[in-house]
């Protein structure tokens, strides 16, 4: 009996140091989570939320393309002692998310410029830019979403009629519909 506690204390020993130096599932959370929020491909437009149990690690949330989908996967797999990873990440992009029309959101909210008048803003804008002046764009806008359509003359000039709407307060996105004249 004697000579087996010995060698039953060092089984016991190494057994311990064995599971102190593994990291919690606290821990393997907060790992991933770090790598995803500093990860250039995965942008603050995504919303993944990591959790862990018994090393196995979910994810869950949005982000807003596959390759930011992908990438919070790759990173989790390749997270030391992560047994398995659950992508349950949904792939919705920033445009996708424009909210329903009902009566409540069909107006703009308190201090936030109407459709009628960002474009109006836009097109007083574009008359009054020397980049843009005398092209012929026409401007409509709806829920914040502006489309830009005409023809003008160069791709600068279809660039910076861009640039001046998305500096337009109030403006959600651009879609940019203007043709170059000889393309």
Excluded at 14 to 32: F, H, P
């Amino acid at each position: 009996m004697r000579r087996r506690l010995p060698g039953l204390l060092a089984l016991l020993l190494s057994a311990a140091l064995a599971t102190a130096c593994e990291e919690s599932d606290a821990d393997i959370t907060a790992k991933i989570t770090s790598e995803i929020s500093t990860d250039r491909s995965i942008t603050s437009a995504s919303h993944i939320d990591v959790s862990t149990q018994k090393k196995v690690v979910t994810l869950s949330g949005t982000a807003e393309n596959t390759i930011a989908k992908e990438r919070a996967v790759a990173l989790a797999r390749g997270t030391a002692e992560v047994r398995r990873v659950v992508d349950n990440i949904s792939v919705v992009a920033p445009a996708a998310v424009v909210p329903p029309k009902t009566s409540a959101s069909a107006e703009p909210a308190a201090g936030a410029p109407d459709d009628a008048a960002i474009t109006a803003t836009i097109q007083t804008k574009l008359g009054q830019d020397q980049r843009v002046s005398g092209a012929k764009i026409s401007v409509e806008t709806r829920l914040g979403i502006v489309t830009l359509s005409g023809t003008v003359s160069n791709e600068q000039i279809k660039q910076d009629a861009t640039q001046i709407a998305q500096d337009t307060a109030g403006v959600q996105r651009v879609e940019n519909q203007l043709t170059v004249r000889g393309s």
